[in-house]
């Protein structure tokens, strides 16, 4: 069972997590917007320094992936909001991720899973993609050299990045190093003057998102 608290937006749900409730909130696609079968997993950047399911780059990324027709689930990671437990370096952030897949899977048969971070939520998605059968995976200011990238098992699926390279937290040439000395890459977007947070850059990050996305999505009978 889960328990339902009242949103100004959408309902937030309570699901069980691996150390007490996860808070979920689930939005449908745009009323405007036909509905695809997709829904994307968005993950937030780093809880012990504010991140949580209300920033306003995951906010923004589940927007854009809505005004597309995808549904999507933002939620806070252990130790936010009302979300249990405490931070665990990204180790049991992955265990969250996957107890909140597990919840969708049965609700969206048929669907396709994307995977969406922003930060240090990229740098959990990442790493969780390939175990959780990702058939997308959107990487937003991926962390590189701020958190262990060395044994990384990278995704099959389509994978999109988008960098600032007015980044003052994460290097933007760091990143790219990172990305050219794989074997495997994602689809790299360089965001010009875009900071880490996006000011300013929101609308200019949906239409990234959008634009890079749109080839994964399935057509509607």
């Not at 549904?71 to 909001?81: C, H, K, S």
């Not at 991720?97 to 740098?123: D, I």
Request: charge should be negative; hydrophobic fraction near 45%; proline fraction near 7%.
């Amino acid at each position: 069972m889960t328990t339902i608290l009242t949103s100004a937006n959408s309902p937030v749900q309570l699901l069980p997590g691996p150390l007490g409730p996860l808070e979920v909130a689930l939005d449908l696609p745009e009323a405007d917007t036909a509905s695809r079968p997709v829904i994307a997993v968005v993950c937030h950047p780093l809880s012990i320094e504010g991140g949580s399911m209300h920033n306003k780059v995951v906010t923004m990324t589940a927007r854009a992936l809505r005004e597309l027709g995808v549904t999507t689930v933002r939620f806070n990671f252990r130790g936010v909001g009302e979300s249990g437990g405490q931070f665990n370096h990204g180790v049991g952030e992955i265990d969250d991720l996957r107890a909140v897949v597990e919840w969708v899977r049965p609700q969206y048969p048929g669907h396709a899973l994307w995977l969406a971070g922003f930060s240090f939520g990229a740098y959990v998605s990442l790493r969780a993609a390939g175990e959780l059968r990702a058939d997308g995976l959107i990487s937003i200011a991926l962390p590189v050299g701020r958190w262990e990238f060395d044994e990384i098992v990278l995704p099959r699926c389509p994978w999109l990045l988008i960098q600032g390279d007015a980044d003052e937290i994460v290097d933007p040439q760091v990143v790219y190093d990172w990305v050219d000395s794989l074997n495997q890459k994602p689809e790299l977007i360089r965001m010009q003057d875009a900071s880490h947070f996006f000011h300013r850059k929101l609308i200019d990050l949906r239409g990234a998102i959008q634009h890079g996305v749109k080839a994964w999505l399935p057509t509607i009978d």
